[in-house]
């Protein structure tokens, strides 16, 4: 048991640190290369945080454990809204740009329920991959191209955040080489965190018995996400409240038509029946939840970041004694 502990410590580690140095390497290159930093934040950054995810899922179902791949997506999508928002909020009323509402909650919502859809005949396959993937790619353009209409390049917290993040590379543009071992690093990283953690949650299941379902749900999306975690909570400390919301909603976004995308059209990703019962309905339930706080209320409030903490809590007690 103790090797198992340590392959899942090891997995952890390995997936912060390799999507830290993938992140900031190739942050710096497209810096080196002038790329402007809107279409890093909206990119690279915001992309970054969820690639433990897409690691842990495409390894879990090259494996052959499937379970795996879907459960974390579908738990790291309930985790960001009932676990990563909630603490956020408890650390500081976060407040809420109203532009939210125009297009990424939107079309974080219906990603869900179009997922939920293709889920309902128990199979992802290939051509849906292929789907979910274009339909990123699509939504991606649109926003790097929207970007300079939605908010001046110069005056937006999250593109500041962004600058100060890569500026001291600025002043050492000559090494290329540099950031480009970054990459190799944060990828390397990646890979072997994925393995270990697939290999250390898998260890779990069998020894107690347990679903790769639920280890999916809870033990590996707890893990891949806390790159988000640590993301908001310093985005939270610092009041920067736009890039709060903004990384739970397109991490969400990144998970179900990138991560879930890219396993599928590699592995067609079966869907069990448990999942399209309960699990699905739970992530749109936490999707859905969200709009009377963020519209009416227009923050994430201490009082809001406890009743999620407390929906979360019951989620996890019923899904467990299920």
Known sequence: MLTTLLLLIIGVTALTAGGWYLVRGASSIAVVLKVPLPIIGLTIVAMGTSLPEMAVSV??????????????????????????????????????NRGVFRVEYPFMVAATALVMFLASDGQIDRLEGAGLVTLLVIFTVYMVRSAGEIVPLDESDEFRTVSSITEDHEESSGSLLKYSWFVVVGIVGLVFGAK????????????????????????????????????????????????????????NIFNLLAILG?????????????????????????????????????????RDGGVLLALFGAYLWVLLRR
Not at 72 to 88: H, K, W
Not at 268 to 295: C, H, K, Q, S, T
Request: zero cysteines.
């Open 262 to 302: 890219v396993t599928a059209l590699l592995f067609p990703v079966p869907v069990r029946a448990e999942a399209l019962a309960y699990d699905n309905w739970v992530m749109l339930g936490f999707a859905v939840v969200l709009f009377p706080i963020l519209w009416h209320r227009k923050k994430v409030s201490k």
């Open 59 to 96: 390894g879990a179902a090259a494996s052959g454990s499937t379970d795996i791949a879907f459960g974390n997506v579908v738990g790291s999508n309930i985790l960001n809204v009932a676990l990563v928002l909630a603490l956020a909020g408890l650390i500081s009323d976060i407040a809420v």
């Open 196 to 251: 270990s953690m697939v290999a250390g949650a898998i260890r779990i299941a069998e020894f107690y018995g347990i679903s790769e379902r639920i280890i999916g749900l809870t033990i590996v999306s707890i893990g891949t996400s806390l790159p988000e975690v640590a993301t908001v909570i310093v985005a939270a400390v610092r009041k920067e409240h736009d890039l709060v919301v903004s990384n739970v909603i397109g991490s």
